[in-house]
């Protein structure tokens, strides 16, 4: 069989972005996490890909080559923890250079792929370190330090592209000199008669009927009165509050790390007044996941593997891009 481009995925986590990049003809040769049910859930949907467990900051480049029984690598992705640039320390807080970042950036010192692709949060550009210096400015200007590299910055909201969800987030690409990446052009709009794209994929296409949904994913009477008590002291002291319901025809709401808790950033409110969660699988849908996807662990495990997931789907697309380029 001959091998596609290689890829090696730090903070792995479940597998989003090796997924994505997998249906666009790459390999992924090694995932890297220190989430140990998170690369059980990475070993279960990638048998083809070596893994690793272990602290990112004692992985050197040599050893990731070794392991992946590779010399060289194509393509470096990840998605650093975005809380590493929020608690970087107390003498230097939101400073990059001090977080996990600082070990994506070392490795793709180290090997020197032929491109790398960076996710984060969307937040993370409005993000400021104790000096006032934006944070993505930080990131940016050290990577550009790798003068071999074209290093671009591009926003997106995956809805944009086919997900069932609104979620903003970042990419950063960098790619060698000589080759030219051009961003995927959206497929999807809000309103596909202004611009002649698809609609956003509905939220309904991918959750179950009320009735196959267990009891368990439904609030109590006495959760719900919880929340609309606390609705109602937010609104008096102007702020705003953490629960959001779904309109069934556009996009979910973001799933994030935290749902497993109580599900209220992304619920679905029946006629009848009842309120529920999104259920695991429904979770995996909306992240764009395949069906029958493998994910280890309790259920608080699975949801927030699915959490901090880059959705498959988006990744797919910008794999398809980089494909393209270093192809050319």
């Given at each position: 069989?001959?091998?596609?481009?290689?890829?090696?995925?730090?903070?792995?986590?479940?597998?989003?972005?090796?997924?994505?990049?997998?249906?666009?003809?790459?390999?992924?040769?090694?995932?890297?996490?220190?989430?140990?049910?998170?690369?059980?859930?990475?070993?279960?949907?990638?048998?083809?890909?070596?893994?690793?467990?272990?602290?990112?900051?004692?992985?050197?480049?040599?050893?990731?080559?070794?392991?992946?029984?590779?010399?060289?690598?194509?393509?470096?992705?990840?998605?650093?923890?975005?809380?590493?640039?929020?608690?970087?320390?107390?003498?230097?807080?939101?400073?990059?250079?001090?977080?996990?970042?600082?070990?994506?950036?070392?490795?793709?010192?180290?090997?020197?792929?032929?491109?790398?692709?960076?996710?984060?949060?969307?937040?993370?550009?409005?993000?400021?370190?104790?000096?006032?210096?934006?944070?993505?400015?930080?990131?940016?200007?050290?990577?550009?330090?790798?003068?071999?590299?074209?290093?671009?910055?591009?926003?997106?909201?995956?809805?944009?592209?086919?997900?069932?969800?609104?979620?903003?987030?970042?990419?950063?690409?960098?790619?060698?000199?000589?080759?030219?990446?051009?961003?995927?052009?959206?497929?999807?709009?809000?309103?596909?008669?202004?611009?002649?794209?698809?609609?956003?994929?509905?939220?309904?296409?991918?959750?179950?009927?009320?009735?196959?949904?267990?009891?368990?994913?439904?609030?109590?009477?006495?959760?719900?009165?919880?929340?609309?008590?606390?609705?109602?002291?937010?609104?008096?002291?102007?702020?705003?509050?953490?629960?959001?319901?779904?309109?069934?025809?556009?996009?979910?709401?973001?799933?994030?790390?935290?749902?497993?808790?109580?599900?209220?950033?992304?619920?679905?409110?029946?006629?009848?007044?009842?309120?529920?969660?999104?259920?695991?699988?429904?979770?995996?849908?909306?992240?764009?996941?395949?069906?029958?996807?493998?994910?280890?662990?309790?259920?608080?495990?699975v949801y927030i593997q699915i959490g901090n997931a880059v959705p498959p789907l988006m990744a797919e697309r910008i794999a398809g891009s980089l494909k393209e380029a270093l192809s050319a």
């Amino acid at each position: 069989m001959k091998r596609g481009m290689t890829v090696v995925d730090l903070f792995c986590g479940a597998g989003g972005l090796s997924t994505g990049f997998r249906r666009a003809g790459f390999q992924t040769v090694l995932g890297i996490d220190k989430d140990k049910k998170a690369v059980e859930t990475f070993i279960a949907n990638h048998p083809e890909s070596r893994a690793i467990q272990g602290d990112m900051t004692q992985i050197k480049g040599s050893e990731i080559l070794k392991e992946a029984g590779v010399n060289k690598i194509d393509v470096i992705v990840g998605g650093p923890p975005c809380q590493g640039f929020s608690m970087a320390g107390k003498r230097r807080p939101n400073d990059p250079r001090n977080s996990l970042f600082r070990e994506y950036l070392r490795l793709v010192n180290e090997l020197r792929p032929r491109a790398f692709i960076m996710e984060n949060v969307k937040g993370l550009l409005s993000m400021r370190n104790h000096q006032n210096e934006k944070v993505i400015d930080i990131i940016l200007k050290e990577f550009r330090k790798m003068k071999e590299y074209d290093v671009q910055l591009f926003p997106v909201n995956t809805a944009d592209y086919g997900v069932p969800q609104k979620r903003q987030r970042i990419f950063i690409v960098g790619i060698r000199r000589g080759y030219t990446f051009t961003f995927p052009l959206k497929t999807h709009s809000k309103d596909p008669s202004e611009t002649g794209l698809k609609k956003w994929a509905p939220l309904k296409s991918v959750v179950l009927e009320k009735e196959k949904v267990p009891a368990k994913y439904f609030y109590s009477d006495k959760l719900i009165k919880g929340f609309r008590r606390r609705e109602r002291e937010n609104e008096k002291r102007g702020l705003g509050f953490g629960w959001q319901f779904n309109d069934l025809e556009s996009p979910s709401y973001t799933i994030s790390a935290r749902y497993w808790k109580d599900g209220a950033e992304s619920l679905i409110a029946y006629k009848d007044k009842k309120i529920r969660m999104l259920t695991p699988k429904e979770c995996a849908a909306v992240q764009s996941f395949p069906r029958g996807y493998n994910f280890k662990g309790s259920e608080r495990d699975v949801y927030i593997q699915i959490g901090n997931a880059v959705p498959p789907l988006m990744a797919e697309r910008i794999a398809g891009s980089l494909k393209e380029a270093l192809s050319a």
